[in-house]
């Protein structure tokens, strides 16, 4: 109650400014019938008033609110995937046993559509993902991670990013990974049940980084070509990619 306690402050003090003006528009001019006219004219008019401020106006500044928030959401993702999440493809890369196989879905050309990138997520959704945290070097990756943890808690501080849960999730995922890997001693001996629990934690990353990944250079595609074009010849699935033109 206390949080609309100046709202209900302001009504009463407007409302009461209304009475005592067409009080004293009654005493100066004794005309009741021209201050009824003139009441009702503004209380029929009061509903298309609501109708075009509240349901078009408002809705109009809400859109173009949210467009403004999509564009610096899609900033601080690409700054992620510039300063950590292409390197992090590649080292999470190594432990899938079926990265060679699924290669072909996530090489993309100049000449993809939205719907060949649509298709490109479906098919990593549902193509084999066998996970084995013996399959890398764990170590590196647990060095990346640590040296990447204040850019990942700035990010998680970033207020546009609630708007984004998927990717919220995906900092979450490689935030516990980094925690799970800094909290183990000696990552050359772990147990049965620690790779296990590890491997699992990085499938958690991977598939989600996967999606988030594609579904921002879809994003670049139809808003940056330039930056598409270089996404192009810098892929981390390409073996054959590199920045320069031949």
């Known amino acids: 109650m206390k949080r609309f306690r100046w709202q209900v402050v302001a009504g009463c003090a407007l409302l009461g400014i209304s009475c005592l003006i067409y009080a004293l528009h009654y005493v100066l001019f004794r005309d009741m019938h021209h201050i009824l006219i003139f009441m009702i004219g503004d209380l029929a008019f009061l509903p298309a008033e609501v109708l075009v401020v509240t349901l078009i106006i408002d809705q109009v500044l809400k859109t173009r609110e949210r467009k403004a928030m999509l564009i610096k959401l899609n900033m601080v993702i690409g700054i992620f995937f510039s300063k950590m999440g292409i390197g ?4 999470l890369s190594v432990f899938d046993s079926y990265t060679a196989r699924n290669r072909d879905h996530l090489i993309f050309t100049n000449d ?3 719907q060949a990138f649509v298709k490109a997520l479906e098919m990593i959704k549902s193509a084999p993902c066998d996970i084995n945290s013996r399959g890398g070097n764990l170590e590196n990756l647990r060095h990346f991670l640590n040296g990447e943890k204040d850019f990942l808690l700035t990010l998680l501080g970033n207020q546009h990013l609630f708007e984004h849960e998927n990717f919220t999730d995906l900092l979450w995922a490689v935030t516990h990974l980094s925690e ?6 000696n ?3 772990l147990s049965e049940a620690d790779h296990s629990h590890i491997s699992v934690d990085i499938k958690r990353v991977y598939m989600v980084l996967l999606a988030q990944w594609l579904v921002y250079m879809a994003h670049l595609k139809n808003n940056y070509p330039h930056l598409f074009s270089l996404a192009v010849r810098t892929n981390p699935f390409d073996p054959n990619a590199t920045a320069e033109f031949h």
């Open 88 to 91: 992090l493809l590649k080292d």
């Open 112 to 114: 993809w559509d939205k």
């Open 180 to 185: 799970e890997l800094a909290l183990r001693g």
């Open 187 to 189: 990552l050359d001996t």
